[in-house]
């Protein structure tokens, strides 16, 4: 099926990009009108909404020095997507990985998260996120004016996106033209919560605007946004596979006697988690321009998210049971009545027969309070042929997180699971596992409070720009400038296991009910209506006691960087044998210096430790466009690159085993890293055949330098060699792709004049390795090959309509916050539907279902489609709302 929603999306490209081929070149018209080259009128139109986005940024594109992709919206609040994740996923090879059902994280070009750099009104911002990554979720699509996605480097960009630069941009109150007010509020409703008892699947999203003159010189902007999410869903989560070696005396590891190891999985687990999450957005900017030549602008955005969540799981194979050893050709696999299917030496499935394998039913709540600070203040001056601006920037992120468990346990007679590739993955027993009133505590499984943990981000930044204009001809201006930042992460880590009343307790039936996990064949799922009586039914009316606590000095650990760059660019514009060209050469020089405090510890003793680091790199960059013809502009750029190290990647925690007993071992962060570094080149052509319409190819070629893994190595401490697990440089490799762009409306076809698509299509390929598994290594995290996007939109008068397809083939991925759990998300097809009426100048209606096929996520592990990672099922998401605009 995915085979043929690929072929689908890419068939309506390529006959949209036929048809277009064909078509008559008009010219481009700035305003709601134009006329071809021969004189015909086109009539007048007036766009809004989606449409109207869809030209503001192809403006915005077409006028840019640089490859780049664009979302605009004219007035605040018009952003059609709900997140400004979503919208980023259908630019031309993005993608974006979800998180408890929305999109999150973004990938560019077949490159990660971490080769992504995030700024907020160019300024790079904290994040709260381990590494640097930025959560684009988290910025509601209400308090957002635009987006720029800059695929090719220049020397005036922050250094730090290998795979691109996205920045989001907020309203500039003295150049703001779109209504004062704007309110918009409405429900949210997720299907799959309405199958989850005693849970209510309807949240809300509101927002509201203001943006208005003071008088001629001064204008503000003030905006908040609101919104409850409400999404149950289940998922099932296998823990790994066991591939160790056959051992000596009882064959254990090889099933089937053939002389090789049958790998076998260590335990799942079913999930059901039911979210509950408020956020809160506030924006803010006064901007002052007291002469012609001096304007100052203050701006600030402000974020919180409060996630309180219940957390229904059930462990299988937490004794081990379902592991290699123990369990070879006198074990449970071959016991009688028992089963297994093999592919490639790994069992897929299995029942095992009075194998008695553990069922923990972990009932857990899990809270996270997360807060985004950024604060910017930019003046710029203008006089005598020079531009200097100066910028100072803050910005604050923060997480505090806490997960509690409290855990029962029971031994079935039998467990069953499948998971191979193609089928919809189970887990089923032989017993009623979650039955409330036999549920027993012991004490050899005491409950689990994992935190508070505390990671901080903060960033204080300063920069200083000239520009000196020359000409319209030639060499017309020169820009150089200077910037500093200060940045500091850290990260704390406490838990504790609680004992259990008595040694062990049965608990009170009246607490709990058990129910289905809607959509998943896995035995009932275990709950409880009161999640603070059963913790003292375990544990006593203390229930869990931080007395217990135990910081992990592991865990405990900083990381400041400082980063100086300067840069000078020099543009030019000049006619190239008769072809009208301009262009830029520039160069960019960066200084980082590290300094990383943690603790390591050497045979259980553990004391402070702090390491030191720093690096340079010349970042050389040249830009050339060609107005090749009427409305066709090639680009083409070549730059130096780099994307710094993960922050967390950069930590002090050395856990080392005791010197004098060997094999001599350890695990430990990198403070020597170095950054990734990449040389591209990137070529793109662009034709604007007609008001609204682009028929653009970009490709690009990256030869990556260094990259950044998690691996095994040598590594000598105080004269001692330890094989250190972490991550360090490695062997990188390179990486090339094509991105096709097709979008217009049907004005040449009779009737559809108001009709019309937006499709791109993105291949990559590259050598880019990771450095697992050992001799099967995934590719390059965000390795997407194929990723398609089609939008065919209606927009007449007050009504709009949209129907949205989205697709990307399998790409690496790491889940969660650990940066050597790397995984495979396997393909995706999405489809997407909204609809809005205006009902009076005033007044907006609008509706938007996403989703609509319900498509799972699907991860695997180890470079193996059949050994199951997770398996989530998030449903469908319909919004509905009313937006008021003065």
């Known amino acids: 099926m995915r085979q043929f929603d690929l072929r689908l999306a890419c068939g309506v490209s390529a006959l949209a990009l036929g048809i277009a081929a064909g078509l008559p070149a008009f010219a481009q018209s700035t305003g709601d009108r134009a006329t071809s080259d021969k004189g015909t009128q086109v009539d007048e139109v007036v766009v809004t909404g989606i449409r109207k986005s869809l030209q503001t940024a192809l403006a915005v594109k077409q006028t840019s ?4 992709e664009a979302i605009s919206a004219d ?89 691109a630069t996205i920045n989001i941009s907020t309203v500039s109150p003295l150049e703001y033209k779109g209504p004062t007010f704007v309110f918009r509020g409405g429900a949210v409703y997720y299907d799959k919560a309405a199958d989850i008892p005693n849970y209510s699947p309807w949240g809300y999203r509101g927002s509201g605007a203001f943006v208005g003159r003071v008088n001629d010189d001064l204008a503000v902007a003030l905006g908040v946004s609101i919104q409850k999410q409400k999404n149950a869903y289940p998922s099932l989560q296998g823990w790994g596979y066991n591939d160790s070696t056959i051992r000596a005396g009882d064959n254990s590891g090889d099933l089937n006697g053939d002389g090789h190891v049958d790998a076998t999985p260590w335990g799942a687990q079913t999930e059901v988690k039911k979210l509950d999450e408020d956020r809160l957005g506030l924006m803010g900017a006064i901007e002052w321009a007291p002469s012609d030549n001096f304007t100052l602008k203050f701006d600030g955005l402000y974020s919180k998210i409060r996630i309180s969540e219940d957390q229904d799981q059930t462990w299988f194979g937490n004794n081990g049971v379902t592991g290699n050893w123990g369990n070879g050709n006198f074990g449970a696999y071959n016991g009688a009545g028992s089963s297994y299917t093999l592919v490639n030496n790994t069992v897929v499935a299995a029942t095992l027969n009075n194998a008695f394998t553990s069922v923990t039913n972990v009932i857990a709540h899990y809270s996270e309070d997360k807060t985004l600070t950024v604060l910017g203040l930019n003046g710029r001056w203008r006089g005598d042929g020079w531009t200097i601006a100066g910028d100072i920037s803050y910005s604050k992120a923060e997480r505090d997180n806490t997960w509690q468990a409290v855990l029962t346990e029971l031994y079935p007679n039998t467990l069953s699971f499948d998971w191979r590739d193609g089928v919809t993955p189970f887990v089923t027993v032989s017993s009623n596992t979650a039955d409330p009133t036999i549920q027993f505590a012991p004490g050899y499984r005491p409950g689990i409070h994992d935190g508070p943990e505390h990671l901080g981000d903060e960033l204080t930044a300063v920069a200083l720009d000239f520009k000196r204009d020359f000409g319209d001809e030639g060499f017309t201006s020169a820009e150089f400038g200077l910037r500093g930042s200060d940045r500091t992460k850290d990260h704390t880590r406490t838990s504790w296991n609680q004992p259990v009343l008595g040694g062990g307790v049965l608990l009170p039936a009246n607490l709990l009910y058990s129910y289905n996990a809607p959509g998943l064949n896995v035995p009932g799922v275990l709950t409880t209506n009161n999640f603070g009586a059963l913790v003292t039914a375990a544990y006593g009316p203390g229930g869990f006691n931080s007395a217990l606590a135990f910081n992990d000095p592991l865990q405990a650990w900083s990381v400041q960087e400082r980063d100086y760059e300067g840069y000078a660019k020099l543009n030019f514009r000049h006619d190239a044998f008769g072809v009208p060209m301009s262009g830029n050469i520039g160069v960019r020089v960066v200084n980082v210096r590290n300094t990383s405090d943690g603790n390591q510890s050497v045979a259980g003793v553990v004391t402070p430790a702090s390491v030191s680091s720093s690096y340079t790199e010349v970042l ?35 856990n080392l085993s005791d010197p004098l007993v060997p094999p001599r071992t350890g695990s430990d962060g990198n403070p020597h890293l170095e950054p990734f570094k990449a040389t591209q080149l990137d070529v793109s052509w662009e034709w604007y ?13 990256k030869d990556v330098d260094s990259n950044i893994g998690y691996q095994q190595q040598n590594v000598t401490v105080n004269g001692i060699s330890y094989l250190i697990t972490g991550p360090f440089n490695g062997q990188g490799g390179s990486i090339k792709g094509v991105e096709l762009t097709f979008q217009t409306p049907f004005y040449f076809v009779p009737g559809l004049k108001n009709f019309g698509i937006y499709a791109n299509y993105a291949f990559v390929d590259s050598s880019i390795k990771e450095f697992s598994p050992i001799g099967h290594p995934l590719s390059a995290n965000g390795l997407a090959k194929n990723t398609a996007t089609v939008d065919l939109w209606y927009n007449n008068g007050p009504l709009e309509l949209r129907l949205g397809y989205k697709y990307h083939s399998a790409f690496t991925v790491i889940y969660g916050w650990n940066g050597a759990d790397l995984q495979t998300l396997q393909s995706e097809s999405t489809l997407g539907f909204s609809a809005s009426y205006q009902v009076t100048k005033s007044i907006q209606v609008r509706f938007q279902a996403d989703n609509l096929t319900d498509e799972p996520l699907r991860i695997f592990r180890d470079n193996d489609p059949n050994r199951l990672g997770r398996y989530d099922t998030y449903g469908r998401r319909y919004l509905l709302d009313v937006s008021f605009k003065y």
């Open 65 to 68: 020095d640089k490859v780049i």
């Open 689 to 701: 055949f007609h008001p609204e319409s682009l028929l653009a190819v970009s490709t690009y070629y």
């Open 75 to 163: 007035d605040i609040g018009a952003l059609p997507d709900v997140t400004i994740a979503e919208s980023i996923a259908r630019l031309p090879g993005v993608n974006a990985t979800r998180d408890r059902g929305n999109d999150s994280q973004a990938v560019v070009r077949g490159l990660g998260p971490r080769l992504v750099l995030g700024t907020v009104n160019g300024r790079e911002v904290a994040s709260s996120e381990p590494d640097r990554n930025v959560r684009w979720e988290i910025y509601p699509s209400e308090v957002v004016s635009g987006v720029q996605v800059y695929k090719s480097q220049s020397a005036d960009l922050i250094a730090g996106g290998v795979a």
């Open 620 to 654: 050389p960059s040249a830009s050339l466009n060609f107005d090749v013809a009427d409305h066709q502009i090639l680009r083409v750029g070549l730059a130096r690159v780099i994307a710094r190290p993960p922050l967390d990647e950069l930590r002090v925690s050395r």
